[in-house]
């Protein structure tokens, strides 16, 4: 089970840290990422995890802005989101593999076998 928190409404330019605690089984050996998904839009890739080599991978919009990370003592993975614009509002999910993905797999909603429940982030002008 995947438990995220942390949403709300901000200002353009201003922060949020998602967390993404996990239960049940350990987000260590497999892959995970934020997905995001906009009013009619379809459920995006926002940035990804692998585990062992730590390697990130973000979407071009948030590049700079967006930190994703683990805390494995915690078994939690987070994204601190900087300087926010009204373009990133959607809500953030949290998403965790048993596999260690590369390629066009960590994009890809299949790949991740389990999913928290979402959680509203807001960024007015």
């Known amino acids: 089970q995947l438990q995220a928190s942390g949403g709300g409404s901000v200002e353009t330019g201003g922060s949020l840290t998602l967390s993404c605690a996990a239960s049940?089984?350990?987000?260590?050996?497999?892959?995970t990422a934020w997905f995001r998904q906009a009013p009619g839009k379809e459920r995006e890739a926002v940035s990804s995890?692998?585990?062992?080599?730590?390697?990130?991978y973000y979407i071009e919009s948030v590049k700079g802005r967006f930190t994703i990370s683990r805390d494995s003592a915690k078994n939690t993975v987070y994204l601190q989101m900087n300087n926010l614009k009204p373009e990133d509002t959607a809500v953030y999910y949290c998403?965790?593999?048993?596999?260690?993905?590369?390629?066009?797999?960590?994009?890809?909603?299949?790949?991740?076998?389990?999913w928290g429940q979402g959680t509203q982030v807001t960024v007015s002008s």
């Open positions: 049940g089984f350990t987000l260590n050996s497999g892959s």
């Open positions: 995890n692998r585990p062992y080599s730590g390697t990130t």
């Open positions: 998403a965790a593999s048993r596999r260690n993905l590369v390629g066009s797999l960590r994009y890809d909603t299949t790949s991740y076998t389990h």
